[in-house]
């Protein structure tokens, strides 16, 4: 589900919600900053903060501010018996806000509808939400969006320069909050959100759905080791195992926004999956390894399957960019650098900037 998607079909239904939005976590939570999920007036869900107690605690919040009418930030703390009974190992803490979104004020609906134009522009902007942090601000509530030339749709009553150098600081690459005349500010960067597919769960994998997911991919875990390919491991990632990597890989929804990285844990693997995916119409496709390993794979799969060099020519492979990492997290920072500059230059593009 988009969630963007959703809230402006259900205002544009007449039907007012509550957005619970994780904005901070530190240790293990079992989504991460930037996780959201709707509540439904009948105390129904879109999406998911992660379920467990976490969850559970945000829904009750949730009906209070529908009778309320005011949103609020709220802090929250999971015990290692709350972790476990979640799937993680250790507890953790955090903070989310719990948004009165009403329908009866047409700014709202006019705000999400542009954060749709963003996103199917490939533009970018960020979601400005304020909410009063003392009793006599509690009910001044205002969200707004700010694009990237600098216009704003909906309301804010603070400076228009104070909002404009707001995105230009942390906001503009990670989720986080910050606090002004007693006024809590939640600054969400927007944009298309690209799915990264990894194959492979290993050490490697893992840091690199650790950053991917810090800079702004959706990320999709592939491997058959259900002991690897788990939500210890990956907890910001959705999980796909399939019986074996021998097999044909599952239908997945690859589209043009869709980023390959092949990591597996070994060779073999490696050849077999590029061999089915080196046609998907995506945007990157990268496989780890050495130029001689890429060689010997290249010259297998054009005897298997006829590709020429052209199709080779899409594989970002060794994967990454050369800064010569050897760590799995300075692998992690060099793929996910390249990620980041095929993205941007596809941004470009698409936005006609030079």
């Known amino acids: 589900m988009e969630i963007f998607k959703e809230i402006a079909r259900l205002l ?3 039907i007012s919600i509550v957005t619970v939005t994780v904005f901070t976590v530190a240790g293990s939570a079992p989504r991460g900053a930037g996780a959201k999920m709707i509540v439904l007036p009948d105390g129904s869900i879109k999406g ?3 379920g467990g107690r976490l969850e559970a605690d945000a829904m009750q919040l949730a009906s209070g501010v529908f009778k309320t009418r005011s949103s609020l930030v709220r802090k929250f703390s999971l015990t290692g018996n709350d972790a476990a009974n979640m799937g993680m190992i250790c507890g953790g803490a955090g903070e989310f806000l719990v ?3 009403d329908a009866a004020d047409p700014l709202n609906l006019e705000i999400y509808r542009e954060i749709i134009n963003v996103q199917n522009s490939r533009g970018k902007a960020w979601l ?3 909410v009063g942090t003392t009793e006599q601000t509690r009910n001044l509530r205002q969200q707004c969006l700010v694009k990237q030339d600098h216009t704003i749709t909906g309301k804010a009553d603070f400076d228009r320069e104070f909002l404009v150098k707001l995105i230009h600081g942390p906001a503009r690459i990670s989720i986080h909050s910050e606090v002004f005349n007693d006024r809590r500010l939640l600054l969400e960067p927007v944009r298309n959100r690209s799915t990264l597919f990894l194959y492979g769960a290993g050490h490697v994998a893992q840091k690199i759905a650790e950053i991917a997911n810090i800079v702004g991919f959706r990320t999709v875990v592939i491997d058959d080791r259900a002991e690897y390919a788990n939500s210890f491991r990956f907890p910001s990632s959705e999980l796909v195992v399939p019986g074996t990597f021998d097999d044909p890989l599952p239908e997945l929804p690859y589209d043009a926004d869709s980023y390959l990285a092949i990591v597996t844990r070994g060779h073999m693997y490696d050849k077999t999956i590029l061999g089915q995916v080196l046609d998907k119409p995506v945007a990157y496709i990268g496989m780890i390894g050495s ?3 890429r060689a010997a794979t290249y010259k297998s799969l054009a005897e298997e399957y006829g590709y020429g060099n052209a199709d080779f020519a899409r594989v970002h492979s060794p994967i990454g960019l050369d800064i010569k990492a050897e760590s799995p997290e300075e692998i992690a920072v060099s793929v996910v ?5 095929v993205r941007a230059e596809r941004e470009k593009c698409a936005t006609g900037k030079k």
């Open 12 to 14: 544009s239904d007449n």
């Open 48 to 50: 998911t903060i992660g």
């Open 99 to 101: 948004d009165y979104i």
């Open 128 to 130: 400005i939400t304020a």
């Open 291 to 293: 130029r001689a390993k």
């Open 337 to 341: 650098a390249e990620l980041i500059q």
